[in-house]
């Protein structure tokens, strides 16, 4: 079989997630053997609209950024949602909280008719196409990223982690950050970053999106523990669950 | 000579972000001249209203995946100005050496991967593996040290979590810094010799075209600063405090075209590594101001595309710089500190040098800690008008030579700006022919 084609694309987003490409190095020498780039406009001139998979980055913001991940989707037989923006809508989403003539008048003023300002709901990638793998994550983790796009490569089904990310911290012997009086979203949201921001000392917001079916009754438990109410988890969901399918926001 | 020419690059490859370039010349007669960036915008501004003083640093780091840092900085420096938040001296040589981890991934990412295949005439760095392997493998290293760096010092490489107001969280200790200075001593400085002697002999391909331009950089009373400082204008003495940087960023509508551009003294002005050269030029530490003399870089340069060798000088100095750092932090001894914060009322201002040029974040809280108004101005929208202004200079002078010349001489002038349009939290300057 020859070397699958892969097309790189991104939407609204930081393209922060493409640079944890980029960062791959000499990694990135490794997986060109199994697969051939052949459209990626932050790092090549060239370009084809010929690719099996697609990977795509950034939110749907727009209606016309909608046609063009719908033509993305004919073109490609896989589609990879690369990272927070693209799987749950990421950081983009907290404008849907506000109206969003508002939200235009507020950051360009006088000049928020013009058209190309136009700006719709912010969605997620799968909530416009149907997506068939996630690499979760605000930005994506590199070493997960290099393991799906193997398994693709390979043929084999890439096993994403179903369990929270407060598995991951205590195997890193951290300190709770709720012991630290303050509130952390590892309880509900889905592992497979080896939990760095507990680890550094600061609390998990959630960057990788809830666990399929997020234990909102534990949650709800450790916060009563530490004295915390649901207003205070809410506060601290709505940077990356705000809009996503989960009954943890009941 | 007369030319008809069209040129019309649509998603202009190898920057971050969207922009195109439009150019219409008939019979030697220029009817369009334009630089425009059609990125989604994020309205980033009005998304952080309603969210904790906790949580704002988080929102706004992700205006931009490659200066992350950046953002961070700038936010929590705005956020301990509204407060009132003071930091301790070990906190702020963390957050310095923090800073030059981005500085040196995000200059050895554009003059290695996005600026050399335009010196070396080809299309990507793709087929720079196969043509330079050792220079490919030299920028490799220096950037994969430099995600290191800001691994060890941000807790990542994309997206800190350390930088927090009143603080910086120490996930690291003595002897990881001291293997820091040691990465950076015995590989980073060799190779970025090697870098400049590589880019220096290709440096003839970068044109020779200069246009006198106002150049905009914090200035710090003694050092090459990308963190403290006032802001100061190549055009005059004064220097303006940071709390005022709405006196110095004038948004205006062009007579051309109905967008938004920026300008001080004059019509336009420009930030970034060419300067903050041309404002501290002489505060460089030694290695950094040998490079500069190297290329012939010297104060005062006009020449937009000579943006890439100060950004190589700019490696070469944070390299100096963070040794420096390291070596005063670890005579002062790494302490665990206890952050003192009282959440009260109040708008604050933060400004660092990002990459690409000064960045200004401003927040107004209430007495809550809850963000109730937010204003953020960010370089590559700083340049939009002075790319536009160049290309304005540069069509007429160069158009004799063709169309394919003239189309890589505008690309690569917008590459020597090194846009980072995802960033761009207000559009600007945006017409639809
Ligand atoms: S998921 Fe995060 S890092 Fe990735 S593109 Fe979106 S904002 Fe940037
Ligand atoms: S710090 Fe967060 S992730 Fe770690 S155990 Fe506590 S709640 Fe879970
Ligand atoms: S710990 Fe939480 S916020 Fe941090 S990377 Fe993991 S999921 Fe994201």
Redesign the pocket.
Same mark, same amino acid.
């Given at each position: 079989m020859s070397k699958p084609r892969v097309a790189i694309f991104?939407f609204a $987003? $930081?393209?922060?997630?493409?640079?944890?490409i980029v960062n791959l190095e000499e990694e990135l020498l490794d997986l060109i053997s199994l697969v051939q780039p052949v459209a990626w406009r932050e790092a090549m001139s060239e370009s084809s609209d010929e690719y099996d998979i697609a990977i795509v980055?950034?939110?749907i913001t727009r209606p016309e950024d909608e046609e063009r991940v719908k033509e993305i989707r004919d073109r490609a037989g896989i589609l990879i949602a690369?990272?927070? $923006?693209?799987t749950i809508g990421?950081?983009?989403k907290l404008k849907n909280n506000f109206d969003l003539d508002e939200v235009k008048r507020y950051v360009y003023g006088k000049d928020a008719e013009m058209p190309h300002l136009n700006t719709a709901m912010t969605k997620a990638v799968d909530e416009v196409v149907k997506v068939d793998y996630k690499v979760h994550? $605000?930005?994506?983790n590199r070493s997960e990223f290099t393991y799906i796009v193997r398994c693709i490569a390979l043929g084999k089904e890439p096993v994403i982690p179903n369990y929270p990310v407060c598995v991951e911290c205590k195997k890193r012997e951290n300190v709770c950050r709720f012991e630290y009086g303050e509130i952390c979203l590892g309880p509900i949201t889905r592992a497979g970053c080896n939990a760095p921001c507990p680890s550094a000392g600061f609390w998990c917001y959630g960057?990788r999106g809830c666990v399929d079916d997020p234990n909102v009754n534990a949650a709800k438990d450790i916060m009563e523990k530490y004295g915390k109410t649901v207003e205070d988890l809410m506060q601290k969901m709505a940077l990356f669950g705000s809009g996503q399918k989960t009954e943890a926001r009941e | 000579m007369s030319q008809s020419i069209d040129i019309n690059v649509h998603h202009l490859t190898r920057v971050e972000g969207h922009g195109n370039i439009v150019i219409k010349a008939d019979d030697g007669t220029i009817e369009k001249v334009e630089w425009q960036v059609p990125e989604a915008p994020r309205f980033f501004e009005a998304m952080v209203r309603g969210r904790s003083w906790m949580d704002i640093q988080t929102i706004t780091c992700?205006i931009c995946?490659i200066c992350s840092i950046s953002h961070s900085l700038a936010s929590i420096k705005a956020t301990e100005d509204a407060m009132g938040i003071g930091v301790s001296e070990q906190t702020r040589k963390l957050r310095l050496l923090t800073h030059c981890a981005e500085q040196l991934q995000s200059h050895s990412l554009h003059v290695g991967y996005l600026a050399a295949p335009d010196l070396f005439g080809v299309k990507s760095v793709v087929p720079l593996v196969a043509s330079h392997p050792d220079v490919v493998k030299t920028v490799i290293r220096i950037h994969r040290v430099s995600n290191e760096w800001s691994d060890l010092l941000g807790g990542r490489t994309?997206?800190p979590i350390t930088i927090v107001p009143g603080g910086h969280l120490t996930p690291f200790n003595e002897n990881d810094l001291r293997g820091l200075k040691k990465t950076i001593e015995e590989t980073t400085v060799p190779d970025l010799k090697t870098l400049a002697e590589v880019i220096l002999s290709v440096a003839d391909k970068l044109p020779a075209f200069d246009r006198p331009t106002e150049y905009i950089a914090l200035s710090g009373p003694d050092y090459y600063t990308f963190y403290d400082g006032d802001i100061a204008s190549s055009d005059v003495d004064e220097k303006v405090s940071v709390r005022e940087f709405e006196k110095v960023a004038n948004e205006y509508v062009s007579p051309q075209s109905t967008a938004k551009w920026a300008r001080w003294h004059r019509e336009s002005y420009a930030v970034g590594a060419l300067a903050r050269f041309n404002i501290n030029a002489d505060r460089l530490l030694p290695l950094a101001a040998e490079t500069a003399k190297k290329f012939g870089l010297e104060k005062g340069c006009c020449n937009p595309y000579m943006n890439n060798v100060a950004q190589v000088v700019e490696c070469v100095q944070v390299c100096e710089h963070g040794i420096q750092l390291i070596d005063e932090l670890l005579s002062a001894g790494l302490k665990p500190e206890e952050r003192n914060v009282t959440v009260k009322a109040g708008t604050g201002v933060g400004c660092v040098e990002a990459p690409r040029g000064i960045l200004f974040h401003k927040y107004t809280y209430d007495e809550d800690g809850i963000c109730t108004g937010a204003n953020i101005c960010i370089p590559t929208n700083e340049n939009h008008a002075n790319i536009q202004k160049d290309f304005e200079v540069l069509v007429p002078q160069f158009i004799g030579r063709g169309k394919e010349e003239l189309q890589q001489m505008l690309e690569m002038l917008v590459r020597s700006y090194d846009p980072c349009i995802s960033c761009s939290a207000h559009y600007l300057d945006v017409k639809f022919a």
């Open positions: 991104d $987003c $930081c393209e922060g997630c493409q640079l944890q980055e950034g939110s690369l990272g927070a $923006c693209a990421g950081i983009n994550g $605000c930005p994506i960057c | 992700r995946g994309t997206h």
